[in-house]
């Protein structure tokens, strides 16, 4: 008759292997894993064997998309993190030295902001940080919140109407919508005028509609919200209804660097983030007008969560952030 063991007393189990589930759990990869602790993928098979048979579960399934983890390693997870870190934090902050980390840094945004602010960053890190990684992830079609939460994102940038307690944030800088269209549009001779956005079609960005659970212009996600549109389209929509008029919604994209592209030949106007606009204007076969009407203004922001305040390469990582945004202007500079 087959004996069945029993699970090893949490006094047992070794500091390390926990180590080695939180780098598994984040990267669903033995060899990134590895590559993080600086241990061999043998040596991280080997640690997830003895954590299994400790907890007597399998943790991680292998499929086609990497190393999935099990209900009980999400429900382990988050716990097991916030408590190695209060460890970590307990015995002393080890100093964070930029020039020989290999910290892999985790960033989620649109492609907007990857090329107002990321590619900057990127530079930044050449320089300062030559071993470092960073890792953009797509800031739509995931659940934000949760990948925040359980560690496999960094820092999330973007406009949120809602940010939840278990999270911090810092303003990167403060934006407005402006109209964009090709040189020889007839709105190039003239002051755009409110009409002008029904009388000729609209080219708008779209990170996520109403199909998609969005409200009012916001996805919410375990308790935070993000912006779905690139531009305030109540704002738009308000000022057409006062004069009568609804909007033409010809073409919408879910990437704003196509837009410069749509524009060519073609008669339609797009809204899009002033700092955008200066961008596309680099093009000089674009024009960029100030809004006939009133919207909001927007900030754009970086997220993350709690845990994470005090991690000196976090801190570093946010640091240059704010730094590299800079203070936006609030409008487009003609």
Same mark, same amino acid.
């Given at each position: ?51 299994r048979e400790a907890l007597q579960d399998e943790l991680f399934v292998r499929t086609a998309k990497g190393m999935e983890p099990t209900a009980r390693a999400l429900a382990m997870a988050t716990p097991l993190r916030e408590a190695v870190r209060a460890i970590h934090d307990t015995l002393?902050v080890q100093p964070f030295e930029p020039a020989t980390t290999t910290r892999r840094f985790v960033v989620a945004a649109n492609d907007y902001v990857t090329s107002v602010l990321l590619t900057k960053l990127a530079r930044r890190m050449g320089d300062a940080a030559p071993s470092s ?12 919140? !949760? /990948? *925040? ?9 973007? *406009? ?15 934006? /407005? ?18 009409? +002008? ?29 993000? /912006? ?22 010809? *073409? ?8 410069? +592209? ?33 919207? /909001? ?11 994470? !305040? ?25």
């Amino acid at each position: 008759m087959k004996r069945t063991q029993a699970p090893l007393s949490p006094k047992r189990i070794d500091l390390n292997l926990l180590r080695v589930f939180d780098a598994v759990f984040e990267d669903r990869n033995l060899l990134r894993a590895g590559k993080r602790l600086h241990l061999s993928q043998s040596a991280i098979s080997h640690a997830l064997s003895r954590l299994r048979e400790a907890l007597q579960d399998e943790l991680f399934v292998r499929t086609a998309k990497g190393m999935e983890p099990t209900a009980r390693a999400l429900a382990m997870a988050t716990p097991l993190r916030e408590a190695v870190r209060a460890i970590h934090d307990t015995l002393g902050v080890q100093p964070f030295e930029p020039a020989t980390t290999t910290r892999r840094f985790v960033v989620a945004a649109n492609d907007y902001v990857t090329s107002v602010l990321l590619t900057k960053l990127a530079r930044r890190m050449g320089d300062a940080a030559p071993s470092s990684d960073l890792v953009v992830r797509p800031a739509t079609r995931l659940d934000l919140a !949760e /990948q *925040i939460d359980v560690g496999r994102i960094d820092i999330a940038l973007g *406009i949120f109407a809602d940010v939840p307690g278990r999270f911090q944030s810092a303003r990167l800088w403060i934006q /407005q919508d402006v109209l964009v269209f090709r040189k020889g549009h007839p709105l190039a001779r003239r002051k755009p005028r409110t009409e +002008d956005l029904a009388a000729f079609p609209l080219l708008t960005v779209s990170l996520g509609g109403q199909e998609e659970g969005a409200v009012s212009g916001y996805i919410v996600e375990r308790g935070l919200a993000r /912006q779905s549109e690139m531009f305030d389209r109540s704002a738009l929509e308000d000022a057409l209804a006062a004069a009568g008029r609804r909007p033409h919604y010809r *073409i919408t994209v879910p990437h704003s660097l196509a837009v410069p +592209d749509l524009l060519q030949g073609s008669d339609m106007i797009s809204i899009v983030p002033a700092p955008l606009a200066q961008a596309f204007l680099a093009r000089r076969d674009l024009l960029a007008k100030p809004l006939p009407y009133a919207a /909001q203004h927007a900030t754009v922001r970086a997220i993350w969560h709690r845990r994470d !305040e005090h991690d000196p390469a976090h801190l570093w990582l946010r640091e240059q952030l704010v730094e590299l945004s800079g203070v936006q202007d609030l409008a487009l500079r003609a």
